[in-house]
């Protein structure tokens, strides 16, 4: 099945072959909400650091639910030919849970680990990021997921060059980058609602020219653009 829903008059890109469980009821947001808003921080790796500097100070995170799996992912950010840009990797198809799907590099907390100690330590194992090479800028808000009962916090990170995009174990098929303007592109984000009220969901879908993000990654990319091109930020 095609992985894409069409928004009117714009043909999305060609976007990857992860399984996208739709179910039958799917309505899609027939405009792009970022297209009015000054996307110039998406351009502009200082400025975006500095709105997430501001955000991560305000932010008061939510401890985990009872039960769920404490885990963290390092959302790393580096000034490259056009702006920000971020690193994603694509899951194993090995794995138990979200095999093949895109996810930036992070895992489950340790005992005795913080969430900034665990994001770090999962981006060295999987993509040999040095934790020397990591600025830590702070956190965003967590996310749950409902397949692996995790509450990830998304620790977001100012890498001072670009990093060698290499996969160093089993668990990633593949790193790549992308630029944060290419994700507010009309051919490249879509908002679907799926299932009806009460129980209606916002999925955030960015189509690239080879992989699709969606589900939890695609949340925090959602989060990230706000926390860039919102006023509140600036």
Request: hydrophobic letters at 40%; charged letters at 20%; zero cysteines.
């Amino acid at each position: 099945m095609d992985g894409r829903r069409k928004r009117k008059f714009v043909m999305l890109r060609a976007g990857g072959n992860q399984v996208i469980p739709r179910p039958a009821s799917v309505w899609v947001r027939p405009t792009n909400p970022f297209a009015k808003l000054d996307h110039s921080p998406l351009t502009n790796t200082a400025e975006l650091i500095a709105r997430l500097q501001r955000f991560t100070e305000r932010l008061e995170q939510a401890p985990p639910p009872p039960g769920s799996r404490a885990s963290a992912v390092l959302v790393p950010i580096f000034d490259g030919a056009r702006g920000p840009e971020v690193v994603l990797t694509r899951r194993s198809q090995q794995l138990t849970n979200h095999k093949g799907e895109v996810s930036f590099p992070g895992g489950r907390v340790d005992t005795g680990e913080s969430f900034v100690e665990a994001a770090i330590r999962e981006a060295n194992e999987e993509i040999n990021l040095h934790p020397s090479h990591v600025r830590v800028i702070g956190e965003m808000s967590a996310l749950s997921t409902y397949v692996s009962n995790s509450h990830i916090v998304p620790v977001v990170a100012h890498l001072e060059q670009p990093p060698a995009l290499t996969a160093v174990n089993g668990e990633v098929d593949r790193v790549f980058s992308v630029s944060l303007i290419d994700l507010v592109r009309d051919d490249t984000y879509v908002e679907e609602h799926w299932g009806s009220p009460p129980n209606q969901y916002q999925i955030h879908f960015f189509h690239l020219d080879d992989e699709t993000v969606w589900g939890v990654t695609g949340k925090m990319l959602h989060q990230l653009i706000n926390i860039a091109v919102l006023k509140e930020w600036a």
